[in-house]
């Protein structure tokens, strides 16, 4: 616009100069003494106006010209003023001016909507009187370095909106300024950048709390641990302790009532555990206190995942606060909780891990909390336990034999181990019980240091398959070599990891199409206490067995439930007495009566009996006067592999034809 006005100043100021230029040159011809007049030559008058005429036409187009260039100026800035308003007027973002004192000069429509004010409210007021006080100085700050070099920094500062909350703007400033180079006025660009922010704050708090419980997770819980330890190495008397909470039998409830229902109990003990330890400063003047000096103690409780919970313990005297405090969080989760209408009672086992300069992170903490808790469920649940250096080097040592186990399997180092079951009546090996065998580079490895290990870790399941094809391929081998009526049979133990595999049927049944096998040959052994766990789905799972054709029987029998009529209802066929009653039926009468109650009521209820553990031959005879049918243990033969069972069924059928030392018995 100065523009405009300064070209249109020169063209009203060069037409009055041409005008009067005109004049004075038509007027000079009509003064007396002119010496253009009396020259005959050069008057004339005529050729004279017709000059001036000329002139005239000429500037006024050139007059004419200039003012349709100004008038196009002019539409062009009235056409750019009116863009600029449709643009801050419905721009999201809120656009301001300001003069160098501050003072407001425009601000656009969307400060009402963003902020709530509308354009005379806020031209009542400074341009920093909504800014947050916190922010204050460095707004101005960014002003003043956009009026020194023409465009500020991105800036974020809060801003309070009309409803009295605060919003967070990002901020662009832009000097504008005037002919000498010096800023007059700053346009301050605004983006409201509140939702933005927070959804910042809740992925930076997501990535580091629990989703379901909104607990610390794993991350934060071991920078805080890491806090601590680094604190403790400065100063020496400064105690603290990590405990490990792990709810007892959670997958049980979980499978039971589903997730949604093993949610709500979690968040409720999470809400449990956060009353408990704010509440330790409160007990801590009973418990955690010596003379009247009280102990100043902060907890920090987090979720690492599943049922798993963790607390960090500061400022205690020394470990046995933390046993206290873990002691008074089990009475505390000892109150019934109510999920889904009904009471659930449930029990943890804690680890704790006590402060030790021998710890250089945070991780070794945790980890030696996570042994301990192991050892407490290992001794019973329910407890708590401190973590020793001994626990440490049996977790090492478990590590490494899981390790080993991996690796045992990939190498085929598994074995079948046989022990023959005999008739007591006949006297002949009428079957074997599979056994498994480690065969390690430095000996062979029995099943009692390593098969729970495998079971844990479900190695297990592949390892049990394995061994279950081997033993029916040497089955169907002892049937070819060693044909007799009944054929032998062959009996394989399913331990509570398989049984509890969905598709166990299906995948023996498998096994038995493969090898070719009669499934009628095939024995399978649960123990009572894995039948009597969950009844009904033991049930289910027998009578997919006994689809097959295979026959079934109740293992050491006596150590579990030991009632007869509860079992009643599975379709098993044999009922095997654990080896703990065999042992002393010849020494204990008592026992050997309950034996021969069990072979009794066994017998009337249809099934076959199979004493296990019988080692000498006054055990054997007593077995036989109770009418047992069958019998196995070390009086009979060892396990053996297949060769030694071979053996062992060569020499019994080549005597076949005259009695056998088992006959003599």
Not at 19 to 28: A, D, F, N, P, Q
Not at 631 to 640: I, L, N
Request: with cysteine; proline share 3%.
């Amino acid at each position: 616009m100065r523009q405009v006005d300064a070209r249109e100043w020169w063209l009203w100021g060069f037409a009055v100069t041409v005008t009067l230029m005109l004049t004075v040159g038509i007027v000079s011809l009509t003064f007396p003494g002119n010496r253009l007049l009396q020259n005959a030559e050069w008057f004339d008058l005529k050729e004279w106006v017709r000059g001036l005429a000329c002139l005239v036409l000429l500037f006024d187009i050139y007059t004419v010209y200039q003012q349709l260039q100004i008038q196009q100026i002019r539409r062009e800035l009235t056409e750019r003023n009116q863009l600029f308003e449709v643009i801050t007027e419905n721009a999201a973002d809120m656009i301001a001016v300001v003069d160098c004192a501050g003072n407001r000069l425009y601000n656009s429509p969307a400060y009402q909507k963003v902020l709530g004010y509308s354009s005379e409210e806020l031209k009542l007021t400074s341009s920093l009187e909504q800014i947050h006080p916190e922010d204050q100085q460095r707004v101005l700050e960014a002003a003043e370095k956009a009026r020194l070099t023409g465009r500020g920094e991105r800036l974020e500062y809060r801003i309070r909106h009309k409803n009295g909350t605060w919003r967070v703007l990002e901020s662009v400033a832009t000097a504008i300024q005037n002919e000498e180079g010096q800023a007059e006025r700053l346009v301050i660009v605004n983006r409201d950048i509140t939702e933005r922010k927070r959804a910042e704050e809740a992925l930076a708090h997501n990535a580091l709390h629990d989703a379901l419980t909104n607990l610390p997770n794993r991350a934060l819980f071991l920078d805080r641990v890491r806090h601590v330890l680094a604190l403790s190495q400065r100063h020496i008397s400064y105690k603290f302790a990590v405990l490990f909470i792990d709810l007892d039998e959670f997958k049980v409830f979980n499978d039971s009532l589903g997730h949604a229902a093993g949610d709500s109990l979690l968040i409720q003990i999470a809400r449990r555990l956060t009353a408990s330890i704010r509440g330790i400063d409160t007990f801590s003047r009973s418990v955690l206190t010596q003379g009247t000096s009280p102990v100043a103690s902060e907890a920090s409780l987090a979720r690492l995942g599943g049922d798993e919970f963790t607390i960090l313990l500061e400022g205690i005297r020394d470990c046995g606060d933390a046993v206290r405090v873990a002691e008074r969080i089990q009475e505390r989760l000892a109150i019934p909780f109510v999920v889904e209408g009904q009471e659930v009672v449930t029990t943890a086992s804690i680890g704790i891990a006590f402060c030790a300069l021998s710890y250089t992170n945070s991780e070794d903490l945790v980890r030696d909390a996570e042994i301990a808790m192991y050892r407490a469920k290992r001794e019973g649940k329910a407890r708590c336990q401190v973590f020793d250096n001994a626990m440490h080097t049996f977790a090492v040592k478990r590590l490494r034999l899981e390790t080993d186990l991996r690796r045992a399997l990939e190498l085929g180092e598994f074995r079948v181990h046989y022990q023959p079951i005999v008739s007591l009546k006949s006297g002949k090996v009428v079957g074997f019980e599979a056994l498994s065998r480690w065969q390690r580079p430095e000996g062979l490895l029995l099943p009692a240091h390593f098969i729970q290990i495998a079971e844990e870790t479900g190695i297990i399941l592949p390892m049990n398959r394995l061994l279950l094809r081997e033993a029916c391929l040497q089955l169907r081998a002892w049937h070819s070599q060693f044909p007799c009526d009944p054929p032998l049979t062959m009996s394989v133990n399913i331990t509570p990891k398989e049984f509890a595999q969905p598709d166990l049927a299906a995948q023996i049944g498998t096994i038995l199409v493969e090898v070719g096998i009669d499934p009628s040959s095939i024995d399978v052994e649960i123990t009572e206490t894995i039948a009597m766990a969950d009844p009904q789905r033991s049930s289910l799972v027998l009578s997919e067995l006994k689809t097959l054709g295979v026959h079934l029987s109740i293992d050491d029998f006596g150590t579990g439930y030991s009632s007869l009529s509860r079992l009643q209802g599975f379709p098993v066929d044999n009922l095997k007495i654990d080896r703990t009653f065999i042992s002393k039926i010849d020494t204990d009468s008592e026992t050997s009566e309950i034996v021969r109650i069990i072979i009794m009521l066994a017998h009337n209820l249809g099934l076959k009996v199979v004493a296990e553990g019988a080692e000498t031959a006054e055990q054997v005879s007593l077995l036989k006067r109770m009418k047992c049918e069958l019998a196995q243990g070390y009086f009979f033969a060892r396990p053996g592999d297949h060769a030694a069972a071979q053996a062992l069924l060569m020499n019994t059928y080549s005597l076949a034809a005259r009695p056998s030392p088992i006959l003599a018995i």
